[in-house]
């Protein structure tokens, strides 16, 4: 499944640990810094739920948050990596550094509101 417009495809686990604190310094020269803000959204597209929150519209009214995709059939480990056991499901995460996870949000203003209330900007 390709990710949705304006997000990044997640389709394997080293690529969501190798966005976690900590690097080695090493890497860090190779890798670069820690991003803001990322949030991952996981997701299968047989799933009724999954579609109806628009993830264009996320990404469009998140633009200070960089933003993945996960399709849990493609990608079976992250999520359980993360905690969460239902889709779909959001993780935030902040200079490195788990954050939050929101599971089973309603729509896109939910997700929104979710990451209002840990600091993240929206425009």
Same mark, same amino acid.
């Given at each position: ?24 310094? %090493?890497?860090?020269?190779?890798? /670069? #810094?820690?991003? +803001?803000?990322? $949030? ?7 799933? @009724? ?28 480990? %992250?999520?359980?990596?993360?905690? /969460? #056991?239902?889709? +779909?499901?959001? $993780? ?7 954050? @939050? ?23």
């Amino acid at each position: 499944m390709s990710a949705p417009q304006g997000m990044i495809s997640l389709s394997n686990h080293m690529d969501f640990e190798a966005m976690l604190r900590p690097r080695r310094p %090493t890497e860090e020269a190779f890798f /670069g #810094s820690y991003d +803001p803000f990322v $949030v991952v959204c996981f997701s299968a597209k047989w799933c @009724g739920p999954c579609r109806r929150i628009d993830k264009k519209y996320l990404v469009e009214h998140c633009v200070a948050a960089k933003w993945y995709h996960c399709d849990v059939d493609e990608n079976d480990v %992250t999520l359980g990596y993360c905690g /969460g #056991s239902a889709i +779909p499901s959001f $993780v935030l995460l902040r200079d490195g550094t788990f954050v @939050g996870r929101l599971e089973g949000p309603r729509d896109a203003q939910h997700v929104l509101q979710w990451l209002s209330q840990y600091g993240v900007p929206l425009n």
